[in-house]
């Protein structure tokens, strides 16, 4: 199994692993290459109780500005895409960032993913979140799955889309601990690519003319509330540009947290439950977080 072991490392800074340049050190820290690094190490951290936890491409989650004990496995270097131009099926690696995928689905004349294009993720953190923008999501072409359960086999296995309880920003699989390996879309072939890269580049541009991409931040914070834009409410309340420690409501969006310099996790949190009180009061609407939290947090009265 040694040869098929990815490096562990010791004590790693999580904060250049999040796009909010947040975070704590990992106790212990992988990076898998290859669908055997990543099932043996799993298999290991099971077999000696080591706690796990996911990162991808680090957006949409906000890293305790504590230790993380155990181990952070890191799928950001499991790259890899196959697909079929003829028929439109692809598998894509939990690793596998989604603007690339974007990219090379379009060149292949794969219609589909358009308005992905500028999601800052992987496949396998878009997939359980259900990552969505411009009215899609990326439910909309998932055929299947391919998971891992950590706590009972070593073996992976397929789950079906239908299997997967797909909502707005939400999965299944976000309450069953299952490890995404790869996922499997069926996309539609036969489009000419220049087409397809022209769309994928003005979603690409309107979401970098409305969004604050000169500052670290984990994305969109907040689901919007069924037919209303969260940003609209935060702005209204006044709170663009509402600043505690480091972090700050961007002036830009509404619904984006940036780093400033130097914001800890803490100043992050305190300002996301500043807005969601806030919101409560005027409009009696429960914001419910996009971001997950990764480690310890002081319990805080909502």
Not at 95 to 107: A, D, Q
Request: proline share 5%; with cysteine; charged share 20%.
């Amino acid at each position: 199994m040694k040869n098929y072991f990815p490096k562990l490392r010791r004590n790693i800074s999580l904060s250049e692993y999040c796009t909010w340049k947040i975070g704590g050190t990992a106790d212990l820290f992988a990076e898998p290459t290859s669908l055997t690094e990543m099932v043996s190490i799993i298999a290991w951290a099971n077999q000696q109780g080591i706690p796990l936890h996911l990162l991808g491409a680090g957006s949409n989650i906000l890293i305790s500005d504590h230790s993380i004990e155990g181990l952070t496995l890191c799928t950001r270097r499991l790259h890899g895409l196959r697909l079929d131009k003829s028929s439109g099926w692809i598998e894509a690696r939990a690793g596998e960032p989604i603007p690339r995928l974007v990219r090379k689905t379009g060149r292949a004349g794969l219609s589909g993913l358009e308005w992905a294009v500028g999601i800052p993720g992987t496949v396998g953190g878009a997939v359980v979140m259900n990552a969505g923008a411009h009215n899609s999501c990326i439910a909309d072409n998932i055929t299947e799955v391919v998971v891992i359960d950590p706590r009972y086999s070593e073996s992976p296995f397929t789950i079906p889309s239908k299997d997967l309880n797909f909502s707005y920003r939400y999965s299944s699989l976000q309450k069953d601990f299952l490890i995404v390996l790869a996922a499997r879309f069926r996309l539609t072939p036969g489009f000419p690519p220049n087409d397809l890269l022209r769309s994928a580049n003005h979603n690409l541009f309107n979401r970098r003319d409305t969004q604050p991409y000169k500052n670290p931040s984990g994305g969109s914070v907040f689901q919007n509330p069924e037919g209303l834009k969260t940003a609209i409410l935060i702005e209204e309340l006044g709170l663009k540009g509402t600043r505690i420690g480091g972090a700050q409501i961007s002036t830009v969006h509404g619904n984006f947290i940036i780093n400033t310099g130097g914001a800890t996790a803490a100043d992050v949190r305190t300002l996301m439950l500043l807005v969601q009180r806030q919101v409560q009061t005027a409009h009696n609407i429960i914001l419910h977080s996009e971001v997950k939290l990764m480690g310890r947090f002081p319990s805080m009265n909502h």
